[in-house]
């Protein structure tokens, strides 16, 4: 349970909204690098990052079968479409943090995002105030996938 627990604050760190994804090839020099669609390393929730007012957001925009039903357990709400990550905003490291809530626990946690180039992104997610974390790397959804 608690490795599935770690992965899911993880799945729903990064990461990190629905409509259609900003490409970091066409982002203009105003629009983040964290913008756009992203997987997790299993390939099983795919989570758009899109400005909100000021800050950052994510809406889970895909998700395998598995992870909607630990969704629905957990929480008892559908996964694809839910708000993951809310009030994201840029560190002076070029971090994103923010609140990230996660359905299988049905709680709301600390998160951190940082592009490490155009197509990844490191996610990392942290308990018991950053006492125990981990992190993964995230792989831009490309257009059309």
């Not at 993880?10 to 259609?20: D, E, W, Y």
């Not at 203009?28 to 800050?55: L, M, Q, Y």
Request: charged share 20%; glycine share 12%; proline share 4%.
């Amino acid at each position: 349970m608690t490795g599935r627990i770690l992965a899911t604050i993880l799945l729903l760190s990064a990461a990190l909204g629905s409509a259609a994804p900003v490409q970091a090839a066409t982002a203009g020099p105003d629009t983040p690098a964290i913008f756009g669609v992203w997987r997790n390393p299993k390939n099983s929730v795919h989570v758009e990052i899109r400005r909100c007012g000021e800050a950052a957001c994510g809406y889970v925009v895909w998700a395998s079968a598995k992870a909607k039903a630990d969704s629905l357990e957990g929480s008892g709400k559908e996964l694809v479409g839910m708000e993951l990550l809310h009030d994201l905003s840029k560190t002076d490291s070029g971090s994103w943090k923010g609140k990230v809530f996660v359905p299988d626990l049905n709680i709301t946690l600390t998160g951190i995002a940082k592009p490490i180039d155009a197509n990844q992104l490191e996610a990392k997610g942290c308990v018991l105030g950053r006492l125990i974390c981990k992190g993964q790397t995230w792989t831009r959804v490309a257009a059309g996938q």
